[in-house]
């Protein structure tokens, strides 16, 4: 019933339900995953979740949310397959076409529902390609894993890249035209900013050093003020191409993973 009046934000099918809870952000076979928080009253949250149909392959996806990802994002929903194989020498090395003597195989290994790119790199799983789509974010063919760009609407134009978004599981940012390009090695220090940029890092970061939270405190005084200090920012070398912001996108990436 409920499926008919709220808005499925998943890529799967499934049957949607309401609940309160605190801590809403976590999936499980049986649990499900979050669909949407829709009312947060602080020391709890009344929140949809949706319990994914089943089938052979895990959590079934929505044919139609397949159409929207590969439409709108450069990339594909395919199996992701590989093998582990003995070459002439027994030397195991792994390969992503089966082989033909099947006596080779020591393993395989397949990801239903991956995303990936044209050429089939694996980019992640259809969480990840669906959250491309909702950020209007395209695959970066010659760095698909770890760089996308970002896609805004231009009306003269039509769909432009405006900058590149490096990223891992554990976070990312976004680089323009006029950010700096980030150097994972770069110390900031005063003289390369705006006095009132500074200033607002400064104070910022003395904010978090006088933080109750002892993990956050200590995380901050060993990382010093780059902290605080956006990727986006950190960096001596202001970009002037969308070829340096890809490159700063790719820096991050890797200095991410």
């Not at 609940?19 to 949250?45: A, C, Q, V, W």
């Not at 929207?68 to 030397?91: A, M, Q, Y």
């Amino acid at each position: 019933m409920l499926n008919s009046f709220i808005k499925n934000n998943t890529p799967y099918l499934g049957k949607i339900f309401l609940r309160f809870e605190k801590f809403p952000e976590y999936s499980g076979s049986m649990s499900g995953k979050l669909n949407k928080i829709h009312l947060d009253l602080g020391f709890t949250k009344l929140v949809s979740r949706i319990i994914p149909t089943n089938n052979e392959d895990g959590w079934m996806v929505d044919p139609e949310k397949i159409k929207l990802i590969e439409t709108s994002t450069g990339g594909f929903i395919r199996d992701h397959e590989w093998w582990i194989v003995k070459d002439d020498e027994g030397k195991t090395k792994e390969v992503k076409r089966k082989p033909k003597d099947e006596n080779a195989i020591i393993n395989s290994f397949k990801l239903p529902n991956s995303f990936v790119s044209k050429k089939g790199k694996y980019i992640g799983d259809i969480d990840e390609a669906w959250w491309y789509y909702n950020n209007n974010l395209y695959v970066c063919e010659d760095y698909p894993r770890g760089v996308a760009e970002k896609i805004e609407k231009d009306d003269s134009l039509g769909n432009v890249i405006v900058g590149y978004y490096g990223h891992t599981h554990r976070g990312g940012g976004l680089f323009k035209i006029g950010d700096r390009l980030f150097d994972s090695k770069y110390i900031p220090k005063e003289s390369d900013y705006m006095r009132d940029e500074w200033n607002e890092y400064v104070e910022k970061y003395k904010e978090i050093c006088n933080n109750k939270d002892e993990f956050m405190r200590k995380d901050a005084i060993e990382s010093g003020i780059q902290y605080i200090i956006p990727f986006k920012r950190r960096g001596l070398k202001d970009i002037e191409t969308l070829k340096e912001a890809k490159q700063a996108a790719i820096n991050l990436s890797k200095y991410l993973s």
